[in-house]
């Protein structure tokens, strides 16, 4: 060792992978990707011709697959590209593999954040992987195969096995349910497992059971260990000349190179086989066995090999779950080390330590990720892990050679995989309702703490040293948590939120409470809850604790779609609507939400208000009756005036002419913010009305690229003509005014990235 000091050398050696992984990582996440290559075609329909990388994804209805583009044809000009875009069909499935050379008309798309708080961006981490854009195409039939097998190779064979697996399990398990968990099981996908299982799972603590990660690997290659020095022992001659136990252990590492590739090579699987193969080696050698150093040497492998899967979800879980297995587990079962020493309660004890050091180490990414954690894995891994780990994956696996020449064993062994899912979802759906919690406070410095607390217990070799600073990064991480927020400051806050092609503003009074009017939501129903994936956690970013006024301004989906996720997180103390209510599932949603914590519910009109302390005043100015019955339509938006002493604002809902004609004749003035109706549509913001309010200040609300054309020149003319500021949230993401009811500033939000504000908070707030 060149230094003496092995802190110091580790130090460094750290420093300079770290530094290493950083380089490599740049050009994955340059964000000036704009003019170059598939993604200079950002928006437009034009023909792509490429190379299919990886196997294909069979979807409910359709097919996703990663394209290398090689030529793209747009107005009959043909184009030599790179990079890789993400190809997702709608409908239809086609046989292509990885390999095939594909022609296929798309539109391609360059993703982008829509502006919220604590959005998950999409684009770094597909940049992380290597694809630039992505791309849709309506049908699979307007794919051309142009040549199969333009690149050939090993992989390629392999996916032909897979794809040929999959299709017998669909042959032979024909319940939807049982299909897409057996398929999960054998070959590593789970496109087909249902979301309504897909959440039943997860509520229940075991969906790490659905995936293909290290205790599948391990299980499988156990029971081929275990099969084959069986047969090997038969054989008298053989088992004289050879030293059984080691060949049959060696022979285990081609089967699970086999096994990683067949399942997809999701990083799980690739951290199980690269452990497991190293123990393999090291018993084969007669080396010394050490866990960790085998967990180690996984990582820095794949590391090593692709920096990016440092953030993948599923490497860190999956890293997480078996640190803290192999660290936490022998602390749980200490205490009853004198208790229970052997037999049946031994190995229920240990069963259950597994589940709740997986669980505890777990925790913070999945509560980060999902919001949500389930303790009730403890109990179920004790039915689902003996019932599909053991049972069906083994019988699952063992079916799919035997497809080839034993069918109607395979057959027979798939049903009996399909009867133990039957029977685990059942077990499942039961336990899945009892409570899971949920937490939007959990973070990157609780990740962060969680590694670091799992390193202490791993390298700290002292019991007192490590009893010390165990404590006292617990007593920092829950100062962190409870410290206090800052105390209200006298100013309102607005915030036009980043929702895309829709609305949600959400408004901080002086004195601390909270308003919410609309909370964006999806055109189409896409079977995705835009509240849970974007509002909720931009609420909670924004430090919301309740919200004491909801304000729907009309139940279209663009507007309505957020909010019954809302009203499930957050207690709702006062709920307001028009006259025009809503008949579809979401409305029902909202208002059984609402119920249920006993929210007061009103219908207002125009002329209703409310005051907020001595200065401000919310009043409703339209609409004066309703024109378009259930459901309505945009002129039946409710449209709110904010006054705070020489500050007030219009927040116009999807209003247009017709109800600035009326506010026109009911001598509405002038007006410091404007929220520009419908989007900024043709049919809002008259010439009229503009010269009449005159704001100094305009929002609109909108999505990039949409397909209405919003806002149009027009209207945006209009504003400008007024020399009023324009402010738009497709440009600038989410807007945020404050005002103490005389001055106003008016500026894009920036949020500082979580860990950073957490460092910052603690220096400042505790330390100081």
């Known amino acids: 060792m060149p230094f003496k000091s092995q802190v110091l050398f580790g130090w460094l050696l750290a420093l300079f992978w770290m530094s290493w992984g950083m380089a490599a990582l740049a050009p994955h996440l340059d964000k000036n990707l704009a003019g170059q290559g598939i993604a200079a075609f950002d928006g437009k329909q034009v023909v792509v011709e490429g190379i299919l990388q990886g196997r294909p994804l069979m979807k409910a209805e359709g097919q996703r697959f990663e394209l290398q583009v090689e030529q793209v044809y747009s107005n009959g000009t043909t184009f030599a590209v790179d990079g890789v875009l993400l190809v997702t069909i709608a409908k239809g499935q086609g046989p292509w593999l990885s390999g095939d050379r594909i022609r296929c008309p798309a539109k391609v798309h360059l993703p982008r954040l829509l502006g919220l708080p604590g959005e998950f961006d999409y684009r770094r981490y597909l940049a992380l992987r290597g694809v630039q854009a992505t791309a849709w195409v309506h049908e699979a039939d307007s794919i051309v195969l142009m ?7 090993w992989h390629r064979w392999i996916d032909a096995l897979a794809l040929r697996s999959q299709e017998f399990i669909r042959k032979n398990v024909p319940d939807p349910d049982q299909r897409g968990i057996v ?28 995936s293909v990660s290290g205790f599948h690997v ?48 999701a990083p799980a699987t690739a951290r199980s086989v690269l452990m497991l193969s190293a123990v393999v080696l090291a018993i084969w050698s007669e080396r010394e066995i050490d866990s960790l150093d085998a967990l180690q040497l996984a990582a820095f492998c794949l590391l090593v090999a692709d920096p990016g899967v440092l953030f993948d979800l599923s490497f860190q879980l999956s890293f997480l779950a078996l640190w803290g297995l192999l660290v936490l587990t022998p602390l749980l079962v200490a205490p009853f080390d004198r208790f229970i020493v052997r037999g049946w309660q031994r190995t229920l004890l240990l069963l259950c330590a597994a589940s709740i050091a997986t669980v505890l180490s777990t925790m913070a990414p999945v509560l980060d990720s999902f919001h949500q954690v389930s303790f009730s894995g403890i109990l179920a891994n004790l039915v689902i892990v003996p019932l599909l780990g053991y049972g069906a994956t083994v019988l699952a696996t063992a079916a799919l050679p035997l497809q080839f020449w034993l069918p109607s064993v395979a057959a027979f062994l798939l049903k009996v995989s399909g009867w133990l899912v039957l029977v685990s979802n059942g077990f499942i759906f039961w336990i899945s309702r009892l409570p899971v919690l949920h937490s939007f406070n959990v973070g990157p410095v ?28 617990v007593i920092g991480l829950m100062l962190v948590h409870l410290w206090p927020d800052a105390a209200p400051d006298g100013n309102m806050r607005i915030a036009f939120l980043g929702v895309g092609q829709g609305d949600a503003t959400l ?16 055109l189409l129903d896409s079977n995705k809850d835009f509240g849970e994936r974007y509002l909720v956690p931009a609420l909670h970013r924004l430090k919301v604790k309740q919200i004491d006024l909801m304000v729907l301004t009309h139940p279209h ?29 979401n409305y029902q949603r909202l208002i059984g939400a609402l119920n249920n914590q006993h929210t007061t519910l009103r219908i207002v009109k125009k002329g209703d208000r409310v005051q907020f302390g001595k200065e401000l005043v919310l009043s409703v100015v339209a609409p004066q009756a309703v024109a378009g019955g259930e459901g309505g339509d945009n002129d039946d938006s409710l449209v709110l005036h904010l006054q705070q002493s020489s500050f007030s604002t219009l927040l116009m809902g999807d209003a247009g002419f017709p109800v600035e004609d009326m506010l026109l004749r009911d001598g509405v003035g002038e007006i410091t913010l404007l929220k520009v109706g419908h989007h900024g549509s043709r049919y809002a913001s008259s010439e009229q009305f503009l010269a009449r309010v005159k704001p100094r200040v305009a929002v609109i609300s909108v999505g990039a690229g949409n397909t209405f054309g919003l806002p149009t020149e027009e209207t945006i003319n209009r504003i400008k003509q007024q020399g009023t500021e324009l402010y738009r ?19 894009p939000l920036k949020t500082e990235p979580a860990l950073l504000a957490t460092v910052r908070h603690f220096v400042c707030n505790i330390l100081f």
């Open 446 to 473: 609780d990740l962060l703490a969680t590694v670091v607390l799992l390193g202490l217990l791993s390298f700290i070799r002292s019991g007192r040293s490590k009893a010390v600073a165990v404590s006292l990064l």
């Open 147 to 153: 040549r199969g097998a333009a690149v050939t190779s």
């Open 729 to 747: 949230t497709d440009q600038q993401g989410t807007i945020q005014v404050e005002t103490n009811g005389i001055g106003f500033t008016v500026a």
């Open 507 to 522: 408004i901080k009074l002086a004195d601390g409470r909270t308003l919410l009017v609309d909370g964006g939501g999806y």
């Open 183 to 210: 398929l999960a099981l054998a070959t590593g996908g789970q496109q087909e497992v249902s979301p309504a299982i897909t959440t039943a799972y997860s509520r229940a603590g075991v969906s790490h059971i659905l």
């Open 557 to 585: 989906p663009d507007h309505l779609g957020g909010l019954p996720a809302v009203a499930e997180q957050f207690r709702v103390r006062e709920f307001w609507q028009g006259e025009s209510v809503g008949s579809n599932d």
């Open 218 to 265: 391990g299980v499988v290659v156990a029971v081929w260990v275990l099969c084959l020095r069986w047969l090997m022992l038969r054989w008298e001659w053989l088992a004289l000349r050879i030293d059984v136990r080691r060949t049959a252990l060696l022979s285990a590492l081609p089967l699970m190179l086999l096994y990683l590739v067949f399942t997809g090579g």
